[in-house]
């Protein structure tokens, strides 16, 4: 039933979309262009394909290997407190906004960048990206999430796929995971498949000629690192309690357990969810009756959970996830061939 009534909401969605692009394919709306070489990273699935470590592995590559001065530009999607101009959440070198003027994914990449890239977020990514070239001196810029956000243009426009279920039923959510159709696929200068199966490349690699001919793509790799604590566990703590607020959650639950832990209590909240005392003082409770030893979330939760309590009962923190990509000198001259822009 819930189907039916979100069906024509779907459709006008759909065909808004379309149109929206048919004018940016038209030239009707234009794309602005910046000084700078700009790199962006997004997807076609509401969530799930690692698109922040990611992005913050792409602005590791262009500082290091490509020696640019790099800012991650994002929107600060459900951020609380809605400003219209331009944040600097990091300069590269302090954290400048809490999560609630810069939203949880952009604080996270501020707090692994530090000394690496500064990050930005901006309602207009146009708008936002003049300022980081101007006020900041970015040589490159990163989009985080940028794919559907076509008003700032982009030297390389990166379009992650979960290399698992690719698009999954390929239908428009609610109804299935696609924020537009499967053929904004060859918008893409190159796809990245994360999560891929050990033997499932050449799969994906078929996949995507059928959909987009002659696009290039790499694999990336999504690892899990040890867990990082507020203050570290006595022992080798392996049964816990754990939470966490995402679009796919059963992804984390699979990551704890194939990390080892025993994890005695589970709790799923909405995605981006802005988490109360009300939200964290009864899991604890309920934690430490089941005979959890530790508490563990993601680091998009941990930014803002951390606030809420100056003491916790548990041994508390997160993990958090990197990313890699494979042939990664075949990747950077890809990206190096995409940026030598007449005129820069």
């Known amino acids: ?57 792409v602005a590791r590559l262009l500082q290091a290997r490509m020696g640019k001065r790099v800012c991650v530009l994002s929107r600060g ?100 995971p696609l924020r537009e159709q499967p053929s904004a696929i060859r918008r893409a200068d190159a796809v990245l498949f994360t999560r891929t199966p050990q033997g499932a490349e050449e799969a994906a690699a078929a996949w995507l000629r059928a959909r987009a001919p002659g696009t290039p793509h790499f694999f990336c790799e999504l690892r899990a690192g040890d867990a990082a604590w507020k203050e570290p566990p006595k022992g080798a703590t392996k049964r816990i309690a754990a939470f966490c607020g995402l679009a796919r959650p059963a992804q984390f639950k699979e990551t704890l357990r194939s990390l080892g832990y025993d994890v005695a209590l589970w709790k799923q909240f909405p995605d981006h969810h802005r988490y109360e005392r009300a939200d964290v003082d009864p899991f604890l409770a309920e934690a430490r009756r089941r005979g959890a030893a530790a508490l563990l979330t993601t680091q998009k939760d941990w930014v803002k959970v951390r606030e809420l309590k100056k003491e916790w009962p548990l041994p508390a923190g997160f993990v958090r996830l990197h990313a890699s990509v494979r042939k990664e000198d075949e990747f950077l001259k890809f990206l190096g061939e995409k940026s030598e822009t007449e005129g820069r």
């Open 1 to 57: 039933m819930l189907s039916a009534l979100a069906a024509p909401l779907m459709r006008l969605y759909e065909g808004v979309l379309s149109f929206r692009n048919d004018l940016y394919e038209r030239g009707v709306f234009r794309e602005r262009r910046l000084p700078v070489p700009v790199v962006s990273v997004g997807s076609l699935t509401v969530g799930g394909t690692g698109k922040t470590p990611v992005a913050e592995c």
């Open 77 to 176: 999607y459900r951020r609380s407190q809605k400003i219209s101009g331009p944040v600097v959440v990091s300069d590269g070198e302090r954290l400048r906004a809490s999560w609630s003027e810069a939203g949880d994914e952009p604080l996270v990449l501020a707090e692994n960048l530090l000394g690496c890239a500064s990050v930005v977020v901006c309602p207009s990514r146009v708008k936002g990206g003049a300022f980081a070239v101007d006020r900041l001196s970015a040589e490159a810029v990163v989009l985080d999430d940028g794919f559907q956000h076509r008003a700032l243009a982009r030297d390389a426009n990166l379009l992650l796929i979960d290399g698992r279920d690719f698009l999954g039923n390929e239908k428009i959510f609610p109804r299935g």
